[in-house]
């Protein structure tokens, strides 16, 4: 991610039928007025802490690309 570039995560719920995490993340930049929304999902167990769960969900976000702003 460049310089200046920041990041949300927003609505995130746990789907216990497939057992995975589903948000949106955000991704801000200079010069875009609105953010870059990517919904993602990722499997993972329900008691990941939240620090681990906010950095797999922000790198499958840059992994689908959206990150290289």
Request: aromatic share 6%; hydrophobic share 45%.
């Amino acid at each position: 991610m460049h310089h200046g570039t920041a990041t949300r995560i927003v609505r995130v719920i746990y789907n216990a039928a497939q057992r995975r995490f589903e948000a949106v993340v955000e991704f801000f930049a200079p010069g875009i007025a609105q953010p870059l929304r990517v919904p993602v999902r990722v499997e993972a167990d329900q008691r990941i802490s939240h620090r681990q769960l906010a950095r797999v969900l922000t790198r499958e976000a840059q992994r689908r690309g959206i990150g290289g702003l």
